[in-house]
């Protein structure tokens, strides 16, 4: 049996993975210069001024994509955004496919 990807053919390719894929980049990247602005803004020890100035440099020079949170998990397969499971980073509409077409070991249809 020949692996077919499902109907979604136009999502294959898009820059929607791409774009993840540099977010998760960027996020790695710039981990460490977030803590650090991230403690000089918090340290109460330090004057109001000098916390503000940190603050505005940080938000001028580190890149808002560089944030945790804005990294989507997406298929791997198609780039779907929602119903992706974290453990294989596929969307359920694949693991659903790949499960019927018998690629995935030790799951199967279940019936009772």
């Known amino acids: 049996m020949k692996f077919r990807l499902p109907q979604y053919a136009f999502i294959l390719g898009t820059k929607g993975i791409a774009k993840d894929n540099m977010r998760r980049l960027l996020v790695q990247e710039h981990e460490v210069d977030r803590q650090v602005f991230k403690a000089v803004t918090t340290d109460k020890s330090l004057p109001l001024d000098m916390r503000l100035q940190v603050q505005r440099l940080f938000e001028t020079e ?26 294989a980073r596929l969307s359920r509409i694949m693991i659903r496919q790949l499960a019927h077409n018998g690629f995935l070991p030790g799951v199967s249809k279940a019936s009772w």
């Open 62 to 87: 580190v890149p808002r994509d560089s944030a945790a949170n804005r990294v989507v998990n997406r298929c791997v397969l198609t780039g779907r955004a929602r119903g992706v499971h974290r453990f």
